[in-house]
């Protein structure tokens, strides 16, 4: 019998955002928390992490992330990833459609998720590819809010959740060759607002309200609705417990 291989894709980025985490120091700070989330929790199956950074060319987020590369995790390695900057474009749905495209021969379960939303529940691997599998209409466990709400189209918050290579390229068929992210490219002044690290003068920019919109309907949303527009289910982990801790502000809540 032929053994699955199953990865995680984190995606990551060091500029200013809106809420926590709001800098390269409070990023780094976050990206230790999760590697170290991941040395600690047992996913339940073997797993490898592929970090994705949106670089926008800041070495020393190049020499911290480069110190982490091919680490040890609980039951597989690290690897680290630095998309292009490409005008700002696809935030972190293009950073998980960068992964698939690289590492698509090599996985047969995908998990993704963004770097403030970290999976917290052991054996939560396991759990999600068991009820993936128990129904074959079903394409996408989703970890984070999975629910339908008033007036958006049902999806997984973040992305945050597993389906399988097979599902992962049914999407791409029916997305014009790739999975869903926002092609919106972000504003050249906001983008020299990034590099510069100016994030008092980025949350003023008025011109990022179309590209934060593009971004959450093209790809937030989009990024698993699509596998309810084909037909098939998007469904929450069955379980009670706590399955991920979500950082908005420095204190983060559980779901």
């Known amino acids: 019998m032929v053994m699955k291989k199953n990865c995680k894709v984190i995606a990551t980025y060091f500029g200013p955002r809106r809420y926590f985490p709001r800098d390269v120091k409070d990023t780094i700070r976050l990206i230790k928390e999760v590697v170290e989330n991941e040395i600690n929790t047992d996913p339940g199956v073997d797993l490898d992490v592929i970090l994705v950074n949106h670089d926008f060319g800041n070495q020393d987020v190049i020499n911290f992330l480069n110190s982490l590369d091919g680490i040890d995790l609980n039951r597989g390695k690290l690897t680290i990833l630095n998309r292009p900057w490409e005008n700002g474009t696809g935030m972190s749905y293009s950073s ?7 590492y698509k021969d090599s996985y047969d379960y995908w998990f993704f998720t963004e770097d403030d939303v970290i999976t917290i529940l052991p ?3 396991k759990m999600a590819i068991d009820q993936l599998e128990s129904d074959e209409n079903n394409a996408f466990i989703g ?3 999975c629910e339908l709400e008033e007036g958006v189209p049902i999806h997984a918050h973040s992305g945050c959740g597993l389906t399988s290579k097979k599902f ?9 060759g790739s999975l869903p992210y926002s ?8 983008s020299n607002l990034v590099k510069s690290m100016d994030r008092d003068r980025f949350l003023a920019s008025a011109s990022l309200r179309n590209w934060y919109r593009a ?3 093209d790809g937030e949303v989009a990024f698993t609705n699509i596998y309810s527009r084909i037909g098939f289910n998007i469904r929450n982990l069955e ?15 559980y779901l």
Do not use: G, T, W
Request: net charge negative.
């Open 183 to 190: 092609k919106l490219p972000m504003p050249e002044e906001v």
């Open 123 to 125: 054996n939560y691997y």
């Open 239 to 253: 379980i009670d417990s706590h399955v991920v801790k979500v950082y908005q502000q420095d204190n983060p809540y």
């Open 143 to 145: 970890c984070h809010r």
């Open 96 to 102: 998980y459609n960068y992964a698939f495209e690289i």
């Open 215 to 217: 971004s959450e309907m």
């Open 168 to 176: 992962i390229e049914k999407a791409i068929l029916n997305n014009d």
